[in-house]
């Protein structure tokens, strides 16, 4: 038997079997999947149990023409209800990408600046460049790889969220602007069951405490509400030495329901500072084709980072050239304040209009210490000051002792360090998408649903760069500042700052002053006729840029640290170069196809095949590149948009009898062409690429009786086929794009307690371009056990990386150095949590 699971305006979403939680786990403290919903009744439970594999009947509503059910849908979707990511167990945003094949998430820098990627598209700089985060349908930011200011960086999931919707290609790109790799839609709770819960997440080896509420309910029969939010504070899964994780957020929603239709109100607001991780030092043995990699003496890469309470002040100036004083405990500080609003009417028995609009006021500050160079305590030293120099602790209760570098904290090592003080100004954005629908029977017995939309959006990217270098010692926890001296005992140095400025890099104090406006007419047209359905949409984007942006300029003695005298670095220190601003003008245009059909040769057995051709408008990542004339426009119009094309093809299958159990598979074989141009600034390289990836996806799901198993499998082929700037990579595998990822989810299940876990793997990759140096598969275990004492009140144990692997995600240096030692982000070690659940 088969259910339409539906999610109308007037019910939310019924857990499955089980009753599951309406929080993901333990980033939203879900206890034993116990719900804030209602659960199935007792003599459906079966059948519930077998709608489950997938939700093959379930209705979706992110990127496609027309609410429809997955066995029926010509795109690959994934839905993710809060309580089945509980094996997995996520700490942020991007580690909940884990559980959605296709998708590549680099979930090792915390709560925000993630690099996401979907189906061999590249990750060449940073962020989410081909895929779209949205908040109940609407793009968080119009773009996902805005230098420093990543959307998941204003995207904190919590006990307001209901499920997440996925859709990898298809027709993505025709249902929104610049998400040519697919759409990840975070839907939140409105309140259509009166309910609420309160969960308490605590560290129990690391310093954490993080508070979850929600309620909502039914007014009468015609309005309902539902507001929720957290509060956390901690140091974090590494060792900072303070509290680098506070903050929180407070979401709610009203909805009004009238003879024909809905009027919904949200509101948001977040402020949250997370502590965020950059690469730092790692010991490498062997060879670039066989590598040994892990810890070196005074530092793990597993529990330590080069975050430290003795590195809290960093004085410098503002955009404007006046003095100014930053916090690096500040971290990545997220500030949004969102207001907006959904209608959906229906306009008679055929048509019906759908607006959402959201305004959101985004503001912040990343603040992160980057290693720009480790090497030989004297060697730094003699780079700054001079042969003959001399080393002395800046800070700590050692401050102005002598140093002898050859054993400095066991490693004879310094960092010189770049203080990534970047402030988000002005990242507000208005959104809006009106769209009309149809749906009516054809002369030809067939079914079919018309859409013609239009979508507008404005986004400012007004941010500042301000760095600064300093030097630090290698230490894992409680690192101090050195100070440098010539061979004549001349300072070289304030209080371990080396430059007002980034000199090793040749000057980056920078601002972006600039506004994207976006506009798309779109049209799709559905068609249902017995088994088959078939769709196809077009989109035509045009927008255009403009504002302006400041690079370096040099003042010269300036007192910034206030003693009354000049140091050596204060002799030349870098501002913004307000007065020699260059213009961005320059417009864009391109159009996005998708073409799909779907044929369901059972309930349960379906293939679909589609194409779809969509775009990347490129932002603030053009700026200061090859492609910008002096004037603002464009050297070559091609510059300003990056085009996807992609064929895939793929199978639906569930069987409620297979081995005395419910199956569900989804296999879906993919091709994609990807033009990118991009810079990185951590190593300040420019793209001008095309890319081919061929792969297959697969996401399976078996449960017999209280065992379930989950299975995501992503397979990979991936080429760089044209570079006009660095010919010599064409050919070479893409960096950090393993042949194979993998996620394997077991769980036991039954009404009072629940076990289970995941294993998470990745396959070897090549740590840049070049393909040198091989970053090392590696594979870690998740763990989770809940009890449910009663009906109401439930206990959840979560375990981070078991057993203590070690694993890369990314590394800045393309072959081993002469040292031995790269700089890399990893996975960090082991982590659990508690967390206790009332529902009410």
Request: glycine share 10%; charged share 20%; proline share 4%.
């Amino acid at each position: 038997m088969k259910l339409n699971l539906t999610t109308s305006t007037r019910q939310e979403r019924a857990p499955l079997g089980i009753r599951i939680c309406p929080a993901i786990t333990p980033l939203l403290a879900c206890g034993v999947f116990a719900a804030s919903g209602f659960s199935a009744p007792k003599d459906k439970e079966d059948e519930y149990a077998d709608a489950e594999v997938f939700l093959l009947e379930g209705v979706v509503v992110t990127g496609v023409a027309a609410e429809t059910t997955k066995v029926k849908s010509s795109v690959a979707i994934s839905t993710v209800d809060a309580g089945d990511l509980v094996p997995s167990a996520p700490r942020s945003t991007a580690e909940i990408f884990r559980s959605i094949p296709g998708i590549r998430s680099e979930a090792t820098s915390g709560d925000g600046n993630a690099n996401i990627a979907v189906r061999g598209l590249p990750v060449a700089a940073g962020g989410a460049k081909f895929l779209q985060l949205q908040e109940d349908g609407l793009p968080i930011l119009e773009f996902g790889d805005i230098a420093f200011g990543t959307a998941d960086g204003f995207l904190r999931p919590d006990y307001t969220t209901e499920r997440v919707e996925a859709i990898r290609g298809g027709s993505a790109s025709t249902f929104a602007s610049n998400s040519p790799g697919g759409i990840v839609n975070f839907i939140s709770r409105t309140g259509a069951i009166e309910g609420g819960s309160l969960g308490l997440t605590t560290g129990l080896d690391y310093d954490s405490m993080r508070l979850d509420f929600n309620y909502g309910k039914p007014l009468g029969d015609d309005m309902q509400y539902h507001v929720g939010g957290y509060y956390r504070v901690g140091e974090g899964v590494r060792d900072a030495g303070y509290d680098g994780n506070k903050g929180g957020q407070i979401k709610a929603n009203f909805t009004k329901f009238m003879e024909n239709g809905y009027a919904r109100f949200f509101f948001k607001h977040l402020d949250d500072r997370a502590v965020t991780y950059m690469p730092m030092p790692v010991m490498v043995s062997g060879t670039n084709a066989n590598p040994s990699m892990g810890a070196l003496a005074g530092f793990d890469p597993l529990t330590d980072t080069p975050h430290t309470p003795a590195f809290i002040e960093n004085i410098g100036t503002d955009g404007n050239g006046n003095r100014r004083v930053s916090d690096p405990q500040e971290g990545l500080r997220s500030l949004s304040t969102a207001f907006g609003a959904e209608f959906s009417f229906d306009l008679n028995s055929d048509w019906k209009l759908v607006d959402r609009f959201r305004y959101s006021d985004n503001s912040g500050r990343f603040v992160a210490p980057f290693p720009a160079q480790v090497a030989p305590a004297q060697e730094i030293a003699d780079s700054v000051a001079g042969a003959g120099s001399t080393l002395r602790y800046a800070t700590g209760e050692n401050e102005g002792s002598l140093i002898n570098p050859a054993s400095l904290n066991g490693n004879g090592l310094l960092m010189r360090v770049h203080m990534f003080d970047t402030e988000l100004n002005d990242f507000n954005n208005m959104v809006n998408d009106l769209k009309l629908t149809r749906h009516f029977n054809g002369a030809d017995s067939a079914t079919y649903d018309l859409t013609l939309g239009y979508y507008h959006s404005t986004q400012n990217i007004n941010m500042d760069w301000l760095w600064n270098s300093y030097l630090l010692e290698v230490k894992g926890s409680d690192a101090q500042l050195v100070d440098v001296f010539d061979s004549d005992g001349l300072s070289y140095s304030d209080r371990g700052l080396i430059a007002y400025g980034t000199p090793f890099w040749g000057g980056l104090h920078r601002n972006y002053d600039t506004e994207y406006s976006i506009n798309a007419p779109y049209i799709a047209l559905a068609m249902e006729k017995g088994k088959f359905n078939m769709d196809a949409s077009v989109r035509f984007d045009f927008g255009d840029a403009t504002g302006s942006y400041a690079g370096t300029r040099y003042e010269t003695d300036v007192d910034l640290n206030q003693d009354g005298s000049i140091s050596i670095p204060e002799q030349s220190i870098e501002v913004v170069d307000t007065a020699n601003r260059s213009p961005v003008d320059y417009d864009w245009d391109y159009y996005s196809l998708s073409v799909g059909g779907n044929y369901a040769f059972t309930e349960d057995y379906a293939a679909f095949a589609r194409f779809s051709r969509g775009g990347r408008a490129n932002a603030d990542r053009l700026l200061f590149g090859p492609n910008i004339l002096a004037n603002g426009s464009l050297r070559d119009d091609d510059a300003a948009v990056d085009i996807v094309e992609q064929f895939e093809a793929g199978i639906k299958y569930a069987n409620d009898d297979f081995a005395g159990g419910v199956l569900g598979l989804f296999a879906t074989a993919f091709f994609a062409e990807t033009e990118e141009q991009n810079y990185e600034a951590t190593t300040q390289v420019f793209l001008d690429r095309v890319y081919e990836a061929t792969g297959l996806e697969l996401e399976s799901s078996y449960r017999r009786g209280n065992f379930d198993l989950k299975v995501g499998m992503t397979w990979t082929d991936a080429e760089i086929t044209s570079d006009a700037l660095n010919p010599s990579v064409v050919g070479n595998t893409p960096r950090r794009q393993a042949d194979l990822m993998y996620q394997i989810s077991p769980s036991y299940n039954t009404e009072k307690w629940s076990v289970g876990g995941s294993l998470i793997g990745t396959t070897d990759s090549y740590a840049q371009d070049d393909n040198v140096l091989v970053m090392p598969g590696y594979e870690y275990v998740n763990l989770f056990g809940s009890y449910r004492f009663s009906d109401s009140f439930s206990v959840l144990l979560t375990v981070n990386n078991a057993f203590d692997e070690f694993g890369l995600s990314e590394s800045e240096e393309g072959a081993i150095p002469d040292n031995g030692i790269i700089r890399a982000r990893g996975i960090a070690g082991t982590s659990s949590a508690l967390t206790f659940r009332y529902d009410f």
